[in-house]
């Protein structure tokens, strides 16, 4: 299948800081791909780039089949943007927003005023269409944002932290109304900071760390690359040096001022009664055990700290 | 939700027609600002009226003003005053949309690039006008007369639209440069009080000290003033209009040039 987003070997510096070095990467059609990594990794850059917002040093990039750089103003046609900030002008009604990025797309005036009344509808702010933005809260405006972004019915949409500073709430309805979008054959391409957002929404993470793809697959594949979790064994302190001794064999890792003695996982769950069986036979008091499976947490931390 | 149809393709920007349409937009985005925060437009208009009340019947009497009386002479500058400041304000709406990510959009849309500059300069125009001709009308209540005629006071308020609209691209790039719209706002007003005051809007300007003059003389305002005065009053305009008209036409080519320059280089 033909990609509808190819990143090859990006290179972006501003002045000394080099802000991606060598990126590259491919998205399918209708995936929701999410570009995940710590703030300064380079993901709003990345996203600058694709939306034709900025020019790469080195390496091309393709959006809906068009190199970014040699035709942007057609790449312009085919993709939507909702930016870190949520762009609507407070002094525009929510309609007014919506109507005024349509007629920018082109789009015949009828389709326009059919197309933000629709959008209006399926964000769920038909009741504020004719207030002005400033009226609205921090998730409405953000609603709004990603809607104007939809006007143009784009192939690909760029999310850049579509979700940052949004209540719970308003963060679900907006997680809903991304996969919804992707159901229907729009590929987005979202950065996030939440490890949750990307578990929950992306198809496929691409992590990306001091400018590099770092890691990509799927949130499971992912998980799988650092094993199958870890064993934490609870007890009063002063027993922590003779569980380490009983458990030997499988390589603990002991934390002896939280009172907590950790193994890896590695064939699964049957480690759990031989540790308990080696943990009676030496006679020692523990207070809890857990079994916990690896977040994308620990995949992020395990990747992005290495250097 | 309606399926979102993947392969609609719409055509690359091209063609004039395009760019109009983008510019009509852009343009009625920047008046519906000032229809929604009539306060924009109220203090640009207090101010100037204030002025032209304090100038009048405080100062007015004590400036000699040589074949008008003094309400005749402070019209016209104070109009060109008006349109002065009122180009901060370009600025000031650009630096705005830039902190607020709109400009990210802008660009990020199949629109003429051009489009979100002109809009805010043409709103600025639009703008400018309407509060000149209120102007005008408070005057006439205070007994201003154009012994011009009619097509003096037309082309005269013409021709400060013009010289408006030039600031407002000098505004634009201050805009672009500092990015933040309460900069933009003391930036943009800082440079031009001075020389509003050293030029020919308030009083003659022999009665200066000679350096001042020398410099007031060569200043665009100073011979904008002169023509604008000169074609209400039914006066010689002697060779103030072609050198106005020069002003104007290289600040607007200049400024025009760099402010693109910069709305493409911003981020």
Known sequence: MEPVILVEDIYKSYGTVHALEGVGFQVHRGAIVGLLGPNGAGKTTLINILTTLLKPDKGRAWVAGIDVAQNPAAVRSRIGLAGQFAAVDENLTGKENLELVGTLYHLPPKQVKDRAEQLLRE??????????????????????????????????????????????????????????????????????QYLEE?????????IIDHGKVVAQGTAKELKATIGGGVLKIH????????????????????????????????EGIKILPEAIRKIDAANITISDIELSKPTLDEVFTSLTNKK | MQPITPAQKHAAPQGLQWIISDIIAMTRRGLLRYV?????????????????????????????????????????GILVQ??????VQTGVGLAEDLNKG?????????????????????????????????????????GFRAEGGFMGLLLAMALIALFGFAFSWISASIGLSVKNSETAQVA???????????????????????????????????????????????????????????????????FSTLAVLQYRKVK
Do not use: C
């Open chain 1, 123 to 192: 964000f769920s702010l038909d009741d504020a269409a004719n207030r002005q933005a400033k009226t609205y809260s921090g998730g409405m405006r953000r609603r709004l944002d990603v809607a104007s972004s939809l006007i143009g019915r784009p192939e690909v949409l760029f999310l850049d932290e579509p979700t940052t500073g949004l209540d719970p709430q308003s963060r679900m309805e907006l997680w809903q109304a991304i996969r919804k979008l992707a159901n229907n054959g729009t590929t987005v391409l979202l950065t996030t």
């Open chain 2, 188 to 254: 943009g007003f800082i440079w031009v009080f001075p020389l509003v005051f050293a030029s020919s809007i308030f009083v003659p300007i022999d009665t200066m000290p000679a350096w001042l003059e020398a410099f007031a003389n060569i200043s665009p305002i100073t011979v904008t003033v002169n023509s604008v005065r000169a074609l209400m009053s039914g006066t010689p305009i002697g060779d103030n209009w072609w050198q106005a008209l020069i002003w104007i036409v290289g600040i607007m080519v200049n």
């Open chain 1, 235 to 266: 007890t009063p302190k002063q027993n922590v040096p003779a569980l380490v001794q009983a458990l030997s064999e499988f390589n603990p890792h002991a934390d002896t001022a939280l009172g907590i003695v950790t193994i890896p996982v590695k």
């Open chain 2, 102 to 142: 709109m400009i990210d959009r802008f660009k990020s849309l199949p629109m003429a690039r051009s489009a979100v500059l002109m809009g805010r300069t043409l709103a600025d125009l639009v703008r400018n006008i309407l509060v000149m001709v209120l102007m005008i009308t408070v005057a006439f209540i205070m």
């Open chain 2, 36 to 76: 929604r925060l009539p306060q924009l437009l109220v203090f640009s208009t207090i101010q100037p009226i204030l002025f032209l009340l304090l100038f009048t019947y405080v100062f007015g009497g004590a400036i000699k003003t040589p074949g008008l009386n003094y309400l005749n002479f402070l019209v016209p």
């Open chain 2, 82 to 87: 008006v349109v002065i400041f009122g180009s």
């Open chain 1, 198 to 206: 990307a578990d929950y929404l992306a198809d496929a993470i691409v």
